[in-house]
């Protein structure tokens, strides 16, 4: 089975997708400012759920057992998500202040629920800072560690 993002991180993308998407369709500054996050934010997940986090799919046999072809199919993976990540961060950088953006235009035109998908995304990025990637570059040095 090909490698995979797991599922709880995939559904949890595509519901902030879908939340930014629909916040584009409002007029005014909140949704010209949603539709500048969506320009970057697709192509960043796009680029997460290649190669950043199927990795983490392993990471309960990485627990559990001595190295499989799983891991040996992903060691390319590992390597791109290893060159990219500081990339990724800069893009998260990029996102935060886009948002950060759509946040103020929500204040100032009164749409709470549209500062709340703001919020939502950027308390994401914040998971995948302080865990997700963290977890996925300790997955990577396993794998490269273990002999295959
Ligand atoms: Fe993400
Ligand atoms: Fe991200």
Redo the contacts with the bound molecule.
């Keep these: 089975m090909p490698l995979e993002t797991p599922k709880p991180i995939h559904l949890a993308h595509r519901e902030l997708r879908d939340l930014l998407l629909r916040t584009t369709h409002q007029g005014g500054r909140v949704g010209e400012t949603a539709r500048r996050v969506l320009r970057l934010f697709e192509p960043?997940?796009e680029k997460?759920e290649r190669y950043a986090m199927p990795v983490l799919g392993l990471l309960t046999e990485l627990a559990r057992s001595g190295p499989t072809g799983a891991m040996r199919d992903a060691l390319p993976l590992v390597e791109e998500f290893h060159a990219q990540y500081e990339n990724?961060l800069a893009?998260?950088r990029m996102?935060a202040a886009a948002l950060e953006e759509m946040l103020d235009a929500a204040k100032a035109e009164d749409k709470p629920d549209c500062a709340d998908v703001a919020m939502q995304i950027l308390n994401?990025?914040y998971l995948?800072e302080s865990v997700l990637y963290p977890a996925a570059m300790l997955a990577g040095k396993e794998i490269r560690r273990r002999p295959l």
């Design positions: 960043h997940l997460e990724l893009e998260h996102i994401h990025a995948e």
